[in-house]
Structures are given as structure tokens and as C-alpha cells.
């Protein structure tokens, strides 16, 4: 799994970002209807990119509920380095706050108008914050999905540092999911398709 004493071997595999652009892909399911989605990944930061820093996003149009995010906050100021999510409209930002080239599990959900956000299983949105409803049509079926970025119009808040086993669900995940995602020191990385219900999108990412 993506630990910290393990990062410097060859086992522990990841994309590498340099704050030069992402990557965007469309999504290959209609999430227009969508009331509820999740996003799962490992990542870990480099704070010599002193801006925002966003690991992964669903949706493309700059619009409440028009996308969900998991992002850093800038390095400096009263929230710096705290996770938050944007969901196009309104910054919420949780109580955790991210260490320099550190690995961790962060997972944001969210059903109905409600948005939680989970760093290695633990909650840190204060029980929840309240966004809007979930709109990912943007005008289109299959919004797009982007690692390593935010993406409107182009590229922008790129992440500097290295991301994995990145996975979008159609569903909120329980804190049950969130464990299994998590793994544990003897199996590993929990494996997204093993969940009930798979994800339907999953990025491994660095597999060599």
C-alpha cells in the first residue's frame, strides 16, 4: 500500500504529477442522473506548489453541484494545507491538514445535498457539510473526469506530487467501504473491485 516508509521503493507504485497540467478523460456512464457519487484515492503532496493543489474532480462546468472535487488548500493563510472540496459553487473545508510528501487515503461523498469527506477512514468534515445537489450533466451525459487538476476551460491548480488507485462510485460509500479501501499493513490497498458494488470508473495508476 502506499505508506510512507515505503515511499521511496519501486513496490510502491503511483503517478508522479509536476504541476504542468493533468490528465482528463470522459466519463463512460451517464452520471446525469446522479444523486449521490464518491471519489477514492491515495495522494501526496509537494508544498513546493504553493497554490491549490486538486488530486481529482468529476464534472467540468464552474456551477453549484456541477462538479465534486478532492482537493489543498494553498500554503499559506488561515486554512493552509487543509483538504476541501469545491463542488463548483462553494469552497468547504474540513479540518485535516496535509503534511509535506505524505501519503494519505482521501474519499469525499456525497448524497443528496450532503458532503462528507474521510482522510485514512477518519471524518473530517465535521459530520457533514451541506453543498447543493448534484447537477454533473453540465449540459452533457458524461462529464469529465480529471487527476491531478481542475479543469473548466483548461487546466488549472495542478497537483504537485504523486496519486493512485484513484476510483469514482455512482453511490456514497459507508465508513464499512472506506476501511476496506484503506486495506491494512498485511493485505494492502483495499482493491475497489472487490467492493458489493464496483466502482465505474478505477484508475491503478503507476502499475508497472
Avoid at 456512464?29 to 444523486?35: F, G, I, N, V, Y
Avoid at 445535498?113 to 482522510?119: D, F, G, N, Q
Amino acid at each position: 500500500m502506499p505508506r510512507n516508509a515505503n515511499q521511496s521503493k519501486g513496490s510502491n507504485f503511483s503517478m508522479s504529477f509536476d504541476s504542468a497540467g493533468g490528465e482528463s478523460v470522459q466519463a463512460t456512464k451517464d452520471l446525469s442522473s446522479l444523486s449521490a457519487c464518491s471519489i477514492s484515492c491515495w495522494v501526496k503532496f509537494d508544498f513546493t506548489e504553493t497554490s491549490y493543489q486538486y488530486a481529482c474532480m468529476v464534472g467540468n462546468a464552474a456551477g453549484a453541484g456541477q462538479m465534486l472535487t478532492i482537493a489543498k488548500q494553498k500554503t499559506t493563510g488561515g486554512d493552509a494545507n487543509k483538504f476541501y472540496v469545491w463542488d463548483g459553487g462553494t469552497a468547504h473545508t474540513t479540518t485535516k491538514v496535509a503534511a509535506d510528501n505524505t501519503w494519505y487515503h482521501a474519499v469525499v461523498t456525497q448524497t443528496g445535498t450532503t458532503i462528507k469527506v474521510y482522510i485514512d477512514t477518519v471524518e473530517v468534515s465535521g459530520g457533514g457539510f451541506t453543498g447543493s445537489a448534484l447537477n454533473l450533466d453540465n449540459g452533457a451525459t458524461k462529464p469529465t473526469i480529471t487527476l491531478g487538476a481542475y479543469f473548466v476551460t483548461g487546466f488549472n491548480h495542478e497537483l504537485e506530487g504523486q496519486l493512485d488507485q484513484v476510483a469514482i462510485f455512482d453511490y456514497a460509500l459507508s465508513a464499512s467501504d472506506i476501511t476496506d479501501l484503506y486495506g491494512n499493513s498485511t493485505d494492502g490497498v483495499g482493491n475497489p473491485m472487490d467492493l458489493t458494488t464496483a466502482p465505474i470508473a478505477y484508475y491503478k495508476l503507476g502499475d508497472l
